[in-house]
């Protein structure tokens, strides 16, 4: 191996080196001598696991007897300093994203053991003096430690709890929305318009209750947070 040439190493694609790091000990001590591999392609060790079993109880945590000592796998844990939080509701994963738990308005590291509490999430301009009319916020949780420490937590409306008080044929999703949007570079709320791209999915009348829809399902994969939501997707 000692005899390697470099520029062997040099013509593989980035893709194709992180995966020859598995031919052997000796060919990945070379690669990681010699190359710059990007540590989005690098493979990544999993510590442990949250698996919710019952909405009433806190997530279950299995982790390998290795990392126990190293994961603060208890969410209770991350409430202590907050008694008022610890007592009015039972810790639940929102989302995660990359090793970060979203719970109510905390965002935690089991990792590191390290969190923050969310600010109070602040009321969109067109919600305050409604009555009824609007829908539920999804929470989301981006966060990509390749490109930035930073994270972001997105709030998405969903739709109207009361359809009959909106016109009849209302376009879903709106063809501008307005996100709540909280950067942990800033430690603070902001609103952001996203404009929808294509035509509307549906109309209001056709759209099942917000409370009908259960949870939704999202990927944040390069920079393009993904949500599947009631039989369709949102990108």
Excluded at 16 to 31: G, K
Excluded at 52 to 80: C, K, W
Excluded at 94 to 115: F, S, Y
Aim: proline share 9%.
């Amino acid at each position: 191996m000692a005899l390697l040439p470099e520029d062997v190493l040099a013509r593989l694609a980035p893709r194709a080196l992180a995966v020859s790091r598995a031919v052997c000990r000796e060919w990945r001590a070379v690669a990681d001598a010699r190359c710059r591999l990007r540590a989005d392609l690098l493979p990544v060790s999993l510590g442990g696991i949250f698996v919710r079993t019952n909405e009433a109880e806190t997530p279950a945590f299995f982790v390998q007897p290795s990392m126990a000592h190293r994961i603060a796998g208890d969410l209770d844990y991350y409430l202590e300093t907050d008694p008022c939080q610890r007592y009015c509701y039972t810790p639940d994963i929102v989302d995660c994203c990359n090793g970060l738990l979203l719970l109510e308005d905390h965002v935690i590291n089991p990792a590191t053991r390290q969190w923050v509490r969310l600010p109070p999430y602040p009321a969109l301009p067109e919600q305050k003096g409604t009555q009824g009319s609007r829908g539920h916020y999804y929470r989301f949780l981006a966060f990509d430690p390749t490109s930035s420490p930073h994270y972001e937590v997105l709030a998405m409306e969903g739709p109207p709890y009361c359809k009959d008080k909106l016109p009849e044929g209302l376009a879903w999703p709106p063809s501008v929305s307005m996100l709540l949007i909280y950067s942990s570079s800033t430690g603070r709320w902001e609103e952001r318009p996203f404009v929808r791209k294509g035509p509307a999915i549906t109309i209001t009348n056709n759209l099942w209750p917000a409370s009908d829809l259960g949870d939704t399902d999202a990927v944040y994969w390069h920079g393009a947070l993904y949500v599947y939501w009631n039989e369709f997707s949102m990108r």
